[in-house]
């Protein structure tokens, strides 16, 4: 099942731009494919698709992606919790583990 977001709530940013050398950390650890790297640049491709999971916060060695961390774990949590599953956010090391 894909899960959708409220489109235009995402807390995702990038600040200074311009330190960015396009090191590619944030396209490797976001689960939703939100960035992509352009000119050697990050560029956010689909904010409305961040489930603030705050993974390329963590892994951005220049400090310029900022995004209110946690929000779209609990949502997987909750909806876990609902369906009875285990909660599915794709912020663990594999990919597959859940918050």
Same mark, same amino acid.
């Given at each position: ?18 330190? @960015?050398?396009? &090191? %590619?950390? !944030? ?7 939100v960035f992509r790297v352009?000119? *050697? ?8 698709? @961040?489930?603030? &999971? %705050?993974? !390329?916060?963590?892994?951005c060695p220049f400090g ?5 961390? *946690? ?29």
């Amino acid at each position: 099942m894909k899960l959708e977001y409220i489109k235009g709530v995402a807390t995702l940013s990038m600040s200074d731009v311009s330190k @960015c050398t396009g &090191c %590619g950390q !944030c396209v490797n650890v976001c689960p939703h494919n939100v960035f992509r790297v352009e000119n *050697g640049k990050a560029v956010i491709r689909n904010k409305d698709a @961040c489930m603030e &999971c %705050g993974a !390329c916060k963590k892994n951005c060695p220049f400090g310029i992606i900022d995004v209110k961390e *946690g929000v779209g774990c609990a949502a997987a949590l909750i909806y876990g919790m609902l369906n009875k599953t285990a909660p599915q956010c794709g912020c663990s090391n594999d990919g597959k583990g859940c918050c």
